[in-house]
């Protein structure tokens, strides 16, 4: 049986990690093992920060409509409960965009919702 040379393997594998570790400072982007040691701890960050932007885009949105409401004289609750028993079915994420470039349009929204609740 003929031997096996590993080389060509474990140089493509730890190219293969070096280059997902560019840009990453020191011996982070330099060193095999604690190059491999970033990348994961950086996969398991950005696995967890697609999460958690969902969250804190919400909660953006929910601030926005917030402020909106209340400068029309509704709490963000009321505003929510009184849309929704208008049956006015449009997302926080619209909702707070038409509160920013479209503030007459919200005022009606804020008008339906204070009449519904």
Known sequence: MSRVKRGVTANKRKNRILKRAKGFRGGRSKLATVAQEAVD??????YRGRKLRKRD???LWIVRINAAAREHG???SRFMSGLRKAGVELDR??????ALTNPPAFSKLAEVARSAA
């Not at 701890?41 to 950005?46: K, L, M, P, Q, W």
């Not at 994420?93 to 038409?98: P, V």
Request: net charge positive; hydrophobic share 40%.
């Open 57 to 59: 885009f919400r909660s």
């Open 93 to 98: 994420k619209s909702l707070a965009q038409l």
């Open 74 to 76: 509704l709490s963000y």
């Open 41 to 46: 701890r950086a996969a398991s960050n950005s």
